[in-house]
């Protein structure tokens, strides 16, 4: 989108969603986008008695001239001049269709236009509903599944989105930070390595459950109440990437202290595999990021997106640990996590260098959610 692109929003509306009024909730988007330049290279009108999904503004302001309606009224508009923006306040204001102008682009909501969202790495109709009483509660719920990754492990995707959306109620009322949320997992990072260092596996997978719930909060409340910060992305990301490894190295050397040691050899077979495939299929994945656009190796085909669903990540290892410990064999649970890892090593492997092939054969490799993919 153009630096010099600014936004506007139209109309008063006291109805707050997650704490904001819609005038609030456009001047952050407007900040987070950086949609605060000087207007010469168009304006992005907002209609403040509506309230929508954040990627329906970034879909709109990459294209000029485009307006979004609900209604028949214009909800959000990429005015590329001042007769634009113009007509724009005043059909909002006025809650009337706009007057159709040349070589302008009209969305109508009501015929369920799809878009891609590549930051959460998913195709849909993101929501879009007028901002009242009587739709907070569900527009609460729209705004937080808008803000869940398509793209994801199966626990995240199909587990706990119910139990994350209720304590993201809660902190967003009782003012708690997305940074606050993080603080508490952390905690029970650390707590859960330790109880797996002394070989008490159900207390340390109980808090380690605990911290994948607040993994999963701590983002929901950043989009949903747009506070998402250059350290919040870092100290989240920052233990996503790293505990990892960590849990799964004391849960071996708890195993000696529970009862059932690996022996030596074994211990650093299983070890040197789990670590091993665990960073290089991190570096396959940037590795893929880098070679095309920054699109993720997940999002590919629908192969991969299917795949991301139990591929050897925290999650599915946690689960495949946790059906090990139905039968008292936590030592069994991490050799198959080891040998889980490798076959998902492999796949990814096979996955890149199928990409490579393509691109030589002349294609162009883009996500399948873009409705244009490369399969």
């Known amino acids: 989108m153009a630096p010099d692109l600014n936004m506007e929003s139209v109309g008063s509306n006291p109805v707050r969603l997650w704490g904001l009024t819609m005038g609030e909730r456009v001047h952050r988007l407007a900040v987070s986008l950086g949609l ?3 207007g010469s290279g168009g304006t992005i009108v907002s209609n403040n008695a509506v309230t929508y999904d954040p990627a329906w ?23 590329r001049d001042a007769s634009e923006a113009a007509e724009l306040r005043a059909a909002m204001a006025e809650e009337r269709a706009a007057a159709v102008i040349a070589a302008q682009t009209v969305l109508t909501y009501e015929d369920g236009p799809t878009i891609e969202n590549k930051q959460l790495r998913k195709r849909e109709t993101p929501f879009l509903m007028p901002l009242t009483k009587e739709t907070i509660s569900p527009l609460e ?59 008490q596996y159900w207390l340390g997978m ?53 009862g059932l040691p690996l022996s030596e050899p074994m211990f650093w077979a299983v070890q040197f595999v789990i670590q091993g495939g665990y960073i290089l299929q991190r570096v396959i994945e940037g590795v893929f990021m880098r070679q095309n ?31 090990s410990m139905i039968f008292a064999r936590p030592d069994i649970g991490l050799i198959v996590v080891a040998a889980w ?35």
């Open 206 to 258: 109980g808090v380690g459950l605990i911290f994948m719930v607040f993994d999963t909060v701590d983002g929901k409340l950043a989009r949903c109440t747009i506070t998402s910060s250059w350290w919040g992305n870092i100290f989240d990301h920052g233990i996503d990437l790293i505990h990892p490894p960590f849990w799964w190295w004391f849960w071996a050397t708890g195993l000696a202290v529970y």
């Open 341 to 375: 890892t490798l076959v998902s090593l492999a796949v990814h492997t096979v996955r890149i260098f199928q990409a490579q092939a393509f691109r030589r054969r002349g294609g162009k490799i883009t996500s399948w959610l873009s409705g244009d993919g490369a399969a």
């Open 293 to 323: 656009g920054m699109m993720h190796i997940h999002v590919w085909e629908r192969f991969d997106s299917q795949f991301r669903l139990i591929t050897a990540r925290r999650n599915p290892n946690m689960v495949i640990l946790f059906v």
């Open 36 to 38: 605060e330049g000087d």
């Open 57 to 79: 503004l970034r879909h709109i302001a990459d294209n000029p001239g485009m307006v979004l309606t609900l209604g028949g009224v214009p909800v959000l508009g990429h005015a």
């Open 141 to 199: 719920r729209a705004s937080y599944f808008g803000a869940y990754k398509g793209v994801t492990d199966v626990l995240t995707k199909y587990l706990w989105p119910e139990w994350a959306l209720v304590l993201t109620r809660i902190a967003a009322k009782i003012g708690m930070t997305p940074n606050m949320v993080t603080a508490i997992g952390f905690i029970c990072v650390v707590a859960a390595t330790f109880l797996f260092a002394n070989g």
